[in-house]
């Protein structure tokens, strides 16, 4: 990623490139004037331009215009003052968003906005409304912050592609559309989709003062009167994602492993508590390093938790997908194998623990030769604590056997 800054003062241009190179891994280029900008406009390709909107050759924003028109790339514009039309003009260019320099933090916000500009390109928007012109104008401002952009007419519509793209991140929703309006449309996604999976924006232009307070009582996460200008727009979405980042890092925080980042036992207790009432074929592999003891004690912890750290990786490559890996402390790891019997279950881990003892683990130290030792049991009319037990049981038999094997009730 390549940032250019376009800026005639020397000590701004330096406090950002210094700010930018902290946060984010990316080079950057600084232009102190119109023609500079030019010259390294047309030889290298830029995620984001920086600009000031009163250079010495370009007094009256000409780089913003050829910024966008000329180069087609993402603009946020510097500037020290800024009057009520000249912000009209900008917004109406199609600008990322304006900053003026007023302090250190204002310098701190291109970076942040930045920073959330490379994320948007990965985060999927869902425009539910039965305007047209609504949500054209919606779907341009998302997509000046770089938004991949999806639309539906109505409620109905937004629900189908929820379920053919679980993956959208943020819905924005009208209140008032045919077949499904936005207050019922909020009910049934939150149903399928946690504050941790999806977000959700409430829009409406009826004067009803109290749409906002129920919207966010169904389970939005914001709300907007129409019309709105297009700042408050870009800080509502902004703000409602960085929220979103934040549950989902506290979430991955409480339930993933601050080593290994495999699921906490706590998380796999937490899922698959009621296997039992769910009536499911379900198995669990109750796993162990053979011999972890001697590696922390021959080469020091560190070289410990690297081992430690690349195996949870191969479970995650070989299980994660489908199934639930989690470490129980220690050297000792479970994988729930929701769906396969005893058999099923003990074929694929006895593959995986061959490919373990013929690829060795590449540690500070050099490499290291890594076996595990297994232990694997079928749920039964019983707890997942009782189904945990037999594996433990089967683990213990497959030690005493001489380790490196899978020991199950097949």
Request: proline residues 2%.
């Amino acid at each position: 990623m390549r940032i250019l800054i376009v800026e005639d003062s020397d000590a701004v241009s330096k406090v950002l490139k210094h700010l930018i190179a902290q946060e984010l891994d990316c080079d950057v280029d600084i232009a102190p004037d119109l023609a500079t900008a030019i010259t390294l406009l047309d030889v290298n390709q830029y995620f984001v331009v920086v600009a000031d909107l009163n250079l010495p050759d370009a007094p009256n924003g000409e780089i913003v215009r050829l910024v966008l028109n000329s180069y087609h790339t993402t603009c946020i514009v510097l500037t020290g003052n800024l009057d009520s039309q000249q912000r009209k003009e900008l917004l109406k260019l199609g600008i990322a968003d304006y900053v003026l320099k007023e302090n250190r933090y204002s310098y701190q916000y291109v970076v942040k906005l930045i920073s959330r500009l490379k994320r948007n390109q990965q985060v999927k928007v869902l425009v539910a409304d039965d305007s047209v012109v609504s949500r054209k104008f919606v779907r341009v401002l998302l997509e000046q912050h770089l938004f991949k952009v999806i639309e539906a007419n109505d409620g109905a519509q937004a629900l189908t592609v929820l379920k053919e793209q679980p993956d959208i991140q943020l819905l924005i929703t009208d209140y008032n559309m045919p077949n499904v309006d936005g207050f019922e449309l909020i009910l049934r996604v939150r149903e399928q989709f946690s504050r941790e999976n999806l977000a959700i924006i409430g829009l409406s232009n009826d004067n009803d003062e109290s749409l906002s307070a129920r919207f966010i009582k169904n389970g939005a996460n914001d709300f907007l009167q129409k019309p709105f200008v297009h700042e408050e727009f870009h800080c509502r979405v902004l703000n409602t994602l960085d929220s979103l980042d934040m549950i989902r890092s506290l979430w991955e925080t409480a339930n993933r492993d601050y080593l290994t980042q495999a699921f906490t036992r706590r998380y796999f207790f937490k899922k698959h508590q009621n296997e039992q009432q769910d009536n499911n074929v379900f198995s669990v592999a109750l796993i162990d390093i053979d011999f972890f003891k001697k590696v922390n004690d021959t080469h020091g912890h560190d070289v410990g938790d690297q081992v430690l750290i690349e195996f949870a990786k191969r479970l995650e490559m070989a299980f994660g997908q489908h199934f639930t890996v989690a470490r129980f402390g220690g050297e000792e790891f479970v994988v729930a194998f929701k769906g396969l019997d005893a058999e099923k279950t003990h074929t694929l881990m006895d593959k995986f623990r061959q490919q373990c003892a013929n690829k060795v683990i590449d540690t500070s130290i050099g490499p290291i030769t890594m076996t595990f030792s297994c232990g694997v049991a079928t749920l039964r009319s019983e707890t997942i604590d009782s189904v945990l037990h037999r594996a433990d049981e089967y683990l213990y038999l497959a030690k005493g056997a001489g380790r490196n094997r899978v020991v199950s009730t097949c």
